[in-house]
């Protein structure tokens, strides 16, 4: 592909990232809701991670419904058996959060609050298990789970990038719902991406 020299502004660059983000946010939800919304959620989420990672990387992302189909379509045995695992612990935190509401007071408030450290764990492996997945293939599931946990914890600037971003998203989106229609899942997306390239690069 020849690059013009107009290509390299950085309004172009920028312009370029958001319309391929909103792209591929509108695919990750049509594909999800085309595997039944719960088979389709994590295949749909690997190729979302695949493309953003690509496109992080300055590789070539022109193709992007086939490429984000063939990935889709690739990962979908493979990643829905870890998804069951995923979805058994959120179902466990689910009643163990209703079960909690019979104890008394004194040991309630204990119970929360181990409940809301494992569940900020929890999130923080969710939200790195897939840039983790498709940046580290050749690791086992336990281990990609290890990595997704301890990755953000390894430089504080990265646990303050991704905290920060969260917070940011979550501000734009209340006041500026428009933004999550068109970019919601693709912008996380980003942000974990960069930072699990970032921290990947020196263990490889």
Same mark, same amino acid.
């Given at each position: 592909?020849?690059?013009?020299?107009?290509?390299?502004?950085?309004?172009?660059?920028?312009?370029?990232?958001?319309?391929?983000?909103?792209?591929?946010?509108?695919?990750? $939800?049509? *594909?999800? /809701?085309? =595997?039944? &919304?719960?088979?389709?959620?994590?295949?749909? #989420? %690997?190729?979302?991670?695949? @493309?953003?990672?690509?496109?992080?990387?300055?590789?070539?992302?022109?193709?992007?419904?086939?490429?984000?189909?063939?990935?889709?379509?690739?990962?979908?045995?493979?990643?829905?058996?870890?998804?069951? $695992?995923? *979805?058994? /612990?959120? =179902?466990? &935190?689910?009643?163990?959060?209703?079960?909690? #509401? %019979?104890?008394?007071?004194? @040991?309630?408030?204990?119970?929360?609050?181990?409940?809301?450290?494992?569940?900020?764990?929890?999130?923080?492996?969710?939200?790195?298990?897939?840039?983790?997945?498709?940046?580290?293939?050749?690791?086992?599931?336990?281990?990609?789970?290890?990595?997704?946990?301890?990755?953000?914890?390894?430089?504080?600037?990265?646990?303050?990038?991704? @905290?920060?971003?969260?917070?940011?998203?979550?501000?734009?989106?209340?006041?500026?719902?428009?933004?999550?229609?068109?970019?919601?899942?693709?912008?996380?997306?980003?942000?974990?991406?960069?930072?699990?390239?970032?921290?990947?690069?020196?263990?490889?």
């Amino acid at each position: 592909m020849i690059t013009v020299r107009w290509m390299n502004n950085p309004l172009y660059v920028a312009c370029d990232w958001l319309v391929k983000l909103a792209y591929m946010h509108f695919l990750w $939800v049509i *594909f999800t /809701a085309l =595997g039944g &919304f719960v088979a389709g959620l994590f295949p749909a #989420t %690997v190729a979302l991670h695949t @493309l953003v990672g690509r496109l992080a990387r300055g590789e070539s992302t022109y193709e992007i419904l086939p490429t984000f189909f063939a990935i889709w379509k690739q990962e979908f045995i493979r990643s829905n058996k870890y998804a069951l $695992v995923f *979805f058994l /612990a959120f =179902g466990l &935190f689910f009643v163990n959060f209703n079960i909690m #509401t %019979v104890f008394p007071d004194e @040991l309630l408030f204990f119970m929360m609050t181990g409940m809301g450290i494992s569940v900020f764990f929890f999130a923080i492996i969710v939200s790195f298990f897939f840039p983790v997945y498709v940046s580290r293939p050749d690791l086992s599931f336990f281990k990609m789970i290890a990595l997704s946990l301890f990755l953000p914890f390894r430089h504080m600037k990265s646990m303050l990038i991704f @905290l920060g971003g969260i917070l940011l998203l979550l501000a734009l989106y209340y006041f500026l719902p428009m933004l999550g229609f068109f970019w919601g899942i693709s912008l996380l997306a980003c942000i974990t991406t960069l930072i699990t390239t970032k921290e990947l690069t020196p263990i490889k």
